[in-house]
């Protein structure tokens, strides 16, 4: 059963505007969020993460936003460039174990 | 260039024979990860490593198998045992396997066996 879980497959934002992909997770004991981009024939590259213990995390353009009382979490970009097109994951640890989202896929048009 | 490789970017195999996918880090990374992508799906774990001379299952290890006699190198071999073997496989390292670091994944290698 899946434990994370990206219920848009794809989503398409225009150049400047904010893009918002989210994630539901079911196992309550996760206490480690992260959000990966990848690019195809590539392995994913590390975006941002988030400790259970908070529920805002800032990078620049990225902010993650963790809500533990409904199991949600939100990768807001702003603003969406171009450069952004790439299919998103979600994932969630818990030990060491990371279970993955199925992955949104981004186009942003210029 | 500190980073992961993984080798060779494409495989082309026959049904019934055994295939090793070759993984190296240099980043001194402990722990060490290999997963699966199908279309459609998230990357789901095979097995994982936390230290060398160890490792242990993940949610579809049935069919593969795995070494972890170097810190740097964490071949995965898909044998014949495992039904659907074509797929494109990653391979992760993270600092720790135990606490809250991210995982650096190689480019991946896409492998298809008719």
């Known amino acids: 059963d899946q434990q994370v879980k990206q219920n848009s497959p794809s989503l398409s934002v225009q150049e400047g505007r904010i893009s918002i992909l989210n994630c539901d997770y079911t196992n309550s004991m996760f206490d480690y969020f992260l959000w990966y981009k990848k690019y195809p024939a590539e392995g994913p590259t590390f975006l941002i993460s988030i400790s259970s213990i908070k529920d805002k995390n800032e990078d620049g353009r990225f902010t993650v936003f963790l809500n533990k009382s409904a199991k949600h979490l939100s990768l807001h970009i702003v603003p969406s460039q171009p450069g952004d097109s790439a299919v998103y994951f979600c994932a969630a640890s818990e030990g060491n174990q990371f279970y993955f989202g199925t992955g949104t896929s981004l186009t942003v048009i210029p | 260039d500190g980073g992961i490789t993984q080798s060779p970017k494409y495989l082309f195999r026959k049904e019934g024979q055994n295939v090793t996918l070759s993984c190296e880090q240099n980043?001194?990374?402990?722990?060490m990860y290999w997963y699966r992508q199908d279309p459609g799906q998230g990357l789901r774990l095979i097995y994982y490593s936390q230290i060398v001379n160890d490792f242990q299952k993940g949610d579809i290890a049935e069919g593969y198998s795995v070494s972890r006699e170097k810190k740097e190198s964490f071949p995965l071999t898909v044998t014949s045992a495992q039904k659907n073997p074509t797929a494109f496989y990653l391979c992760?390292?993270?600092?720790?396997?135990?606490?809250?670091?991210?995982?650096?994944f190689g480019p991946g290698t896409r492998l298809t066996v008719t």
């Open positions: 980043l001194n990374h402990d722990a």
């Open positions: 992760a390292s993270s600092i720790a396997g135990w606490a809250n670091y991210e995982q650096y």
